[in-house]
Each structure stands twice: as C-alpha cells, then as structure tokens.
C-alpha cells in the first residue's frame, strides 16, 4: 500500500471541482485494482504509471533530462530531423496562444517531452519554475507520470489533464491540454504544445487547440505526401529499367510498393516488413530489419548502396537484394530493393534479427462495466478486429482492448506469442485446441464453442503451418 496525502489542505472552488477524481486517485495509488469514474485514457495512464512505470504519486517532478546530448542521437527515432520548422511554427503558435489570457501557460517540447521553450503570463509564469515548466526538464509520461505533455506523446493525440487527473500530487493545482505532433510515416513523436493554467481549468478546449495548431499539422502531411510522390517515382523509374521482384518500403518498415514478383514473395503494400516470428527462415518480410541501418547510412552518404540476402518462398533459397535510399534533399525518406543485378551493387548489409524485447506482462481492456480491467496474455485466446475496435476472446468472456488498430494490437502481441491468422485475426499460439477444415477454408478452434473458431486467410496458411509445427 502506498500512504498517499493531497498538496494542499486548503479547498478552493478548484479542488472541490475535482473532489471526487482526488478521492479516485488516492484510492487507486494506495493499492485499488480499478481507477473508478475518471476518463479512459487517465485510467490507462495511472495503470501504467503505477503497475508499469512504478512512479511514487508523492514525489516531486519533473526531473532534468540526464544527458542533453542524447537529443542529437541518430538512433533515437523520436529526434530525427523536425519535419519543415516544425518548432519554429509551434512557438509562433504556442507564444501567441499565451498571449491571448493571463494565467496561462505555453510549453512547446520534443518529442520526447523535453521542454524546449515556455511563454505565459500572471500566476501559472510565476509558479511554472516550482512546477517544472522550465526548459531541459523532461516531462514524458515514465518519468513526470500522468500530464499533458507526456500523455499526449503517449496516446499521439490531443490530451487534457485536469487537476487530480495528475498522477503527481505536485501537479494537483494544475490544469493542462497538450497536443502532439507525429511523423506522419513512422508514427514517432516529433514535439508537443501544452496549455497550462494554475488553480483553473484551461481557457481553451482540445478541438479549440487542435484548430489553432492546423497549419502546423498541415505542414507535416504536406511533407508527407511530398514524400510519398518522390518514392512512388523512383519506384516507378527503377521498374522501367529492371526486371525481378521490386519493393519500396518507408522508413517505418511498412511496404509501400511492391510489383507482382515480390508480392509473390510475400510483399504486401501497407503491411510492416516484420518476418513471421514463427517462421524458420526469413523472406522478403524480414526487409524491415534493415532499416535502421538503411536509415543510418544513407544519412551520412546519400549515394550509398548496400546488398542483403533473404530467403525466397519462390526460389526456395536465397536471393540477393540490392537496397539503394530513396533521399529528399539529403535526407533518407524511403528505400527500395530489387534482385535484379541491373540495379548495382553495393556494401553487404547483415539481416539482424530483431531486438528483443519483453512480452506485456498485463494488457489492458474494457470491463463488462465500462471499467478498466488488466488481462495476462496467457488469459486471452484471440482477438478480433471490429473497425478500428479490437475484441478480445477471454476467459472472462469478451472485452474491448483500449488499444484501437489490430495492426497495434498486433505489435504489441507478437512476443507473447499471438500470431496474424487473417486480416482481422489474432490467434494465441498456447490457446489452439484444433485444427479443422470448413470446406474450403482452413479454420483454428481455441476453446469449445462456436465464437472460438477463427478462419485461416490463405495467404496466412503457410505461416500457421509452421507455427504449429505442421509443415
């Protein structure tokens, strides 16, 4: 149990406000199994503030980032080059937004929840110091706990986080709304803006704020689409002068094109290049592996070219691929790569497997009641797409994942051993009972009854196969 006491002992008009979130907060930070009535997404993040991240909900905050210099590190994805000024933009925005009302302020980050910069005026600039909004600090959600900037980086959207909503008691007077920013590609954080008011709601809404920062957003998918036309025609010029299977992949690792010799490989547009993990030898989906160092290279050599040899389903042994950037000005943007010889040669690159990491000891859900429970994975036989919606097949019966996207659902559950079955299935490997054909379809059953059957999409059969050892 974690003894836990308010910051203050006054009650003003804004702790009153919030006296029924204070009273959920206390109680879920000395030891409730459920948050009770707060919004979603703060229930979400004090699970993983509590049961993930292990942040006591009494200490002060935030702490000054350890090493400054981690911020020009190519290998971190969240501070690779900010799309078109993007931060001088955000100032413009967040200094004028500051402007416009006192007891306010405005914090533009990285997108690692660094504070870059701040701006405000009246009693919320006074105490920003006290409360850590001051540049160098970092404000991401395992190390600040439950916050506007560190949320809102979490969740890739608009968030607001009111008073108790705070996992920190040290931020119980505060009131903010943060939005980020996204690659548009890779989905990686690039940099936040946040509101903040002292002792008072924020004076402006999420959809107000999300209104106000649209030429910044517009300017990231303006890049995005310059971007995606630069690939698409070098893809289209390399499949004019050469022969075999050709593919383009993003800098994310999903494959953006893909001509019919490496879709009979396996190259499917929009998917990840992730291998079957169940898979012995790695095919053309393994492509993805590359791409850190694809990324690395060409951005200290934009002429660079390098090879790599992967397993081929069609040939049945392995084939070289000659993996040539696609650059921007200097700036890597894509790849492609082809197993035609026409395309030169270049520098072998070595198909690494991909870093381990560890199974989610907990994966959160929706409760019968709307309330928020935590499953094992070893609890959860399937899950099902519905929409964005995914649905988990439980022991408990059926429940919501809070996770929306089957594609994120899926990443997330790849190393507990849950594999991509049909475009909308997934199965846990553990939970498979049998086996059986439905006419002309294969079908996996995990328990006894009816909703237990999961249909085999075609193109997954092979993968199945060899992950239940029946090649």
Do not use: K
């Amino acid at each position: 149990m974690i003894p836990v006491r308010g910051a203050s002992s006054s009650r003003s008009s804004f702790d009153r406000a919030f006296a029924r979130t204070h009273a959920a907060w206390e109680r879920f930070a000395a030891g409730a199994e459920h948050p009770g009535e707060v919004p979603l997404a703060i229930a979400m993040s004090w699970h993983r503030c509590r049961d993930v991240y292990r942040i006591d909900p009494t200490r002060a905050c935030p702490a000054p980032v350890e090493d400054p210099d981690d911020a020009d590190d190519p290998e971190d994805p969240s501070t690779r080059q900010v799309h078109g000024g993007l931060l001088a933009r955000l100032g413009a925005v967040g200094a004028a937004l500051a402007a416009t009302a006192g007891n306010r302020v405005a914090t533009v980050t990285d997108g690692r929840g660094t504070v870059l910069a701040v701006w405000g005026d009246g009693p919320a600039r006074r105490r920003a110091p006290d409360a850590g909004l001051d540049p160098a600090l970092a404000w991401s959600e395992p190390v600040t706990g439950t916050n506007g900037v560190g949320t809102s980086i979490v969740q890739r959207r608009v968030c607001s986080v009111r008073g108790p909503e705070h996992w920190s008691a040290a931020l119980h007077q505060w009131s903010c709304t943060g939005v980020a920013f996204c690659d548009p590609v890779t989905a990686s954080p690039l940099a936040t803006l946040t509101l903040s008011s002292w002792r008072e709601m924020v004076p402006i809404r999420p959809i107000d704020l999300l209104v106000a920062t649209e030429s910044v957003a517009a300017v990231l998918q303006g890049t995005a689409a310059r971007h995606g036309r630069r690939i698409a025609e070098a893809f289209a010029d390399l499949e004019r002068r050469t022969s075999g299977a050709l593919v383009a992949l993003d800098l994310g690792g999903r494959i953006v094109a893909a001509n019919p010799a490496a879709r009979r490989r396996g190259a499917v547009p929009g998917e990840y290049a992730t291998d079957d993990p169940a898979g012995p030898r790695r095919g053309i989906r393994s492509l993805g592996r590359v791409v850190p160092d694809v990324r690395e290279r060409a951005r200290d050599d934009p002429g660079w070219r390098g090879t790599v040899s992967l397993w081929s389903a069609v040939t049945d042994d392995d084939e070289t691929y000659r993996v040539i950037p696609v650059v921007a000005g200097s700036h890597p943007i894509a790849f492609l790569a082809c197993t035609d010889a026409r395309a030169g040669s270049g520098e072998p690159l070595e198909d690494r497997p991909p870093r381990t990491r560890r199974a989610p000891c907990r994966v959160p859900a929706v409760g019968a009641g709307g309330q928020i429970v935590v499953l094992r994975p070893q609890e959860i036989r399937s899950a099902r797409a519905d929409g964005h919606a995914v649905w988990f097949a439980t022991d408990h019966g059926p429940r919501r994942a809070t996770r929306r996207g089957i594609d994120r659902v899926e990443r997330d559950l790849a190393d507990a051993g849950f594999l991509r079955v049909h475009r909308s299935h997934l199965v846990n490997l553990a939970r498979v009972r049998d086996v059986a054909r439905d006419r002309d379809r294969l079908v996996i059953s995990t328990g006894p009854g009816d909703d237990d059957r999961v249909p085999v999409a075609r193109r997954f059969v092979p993968a199945v196969r060899r992950a239940l050892g029946l090649a």
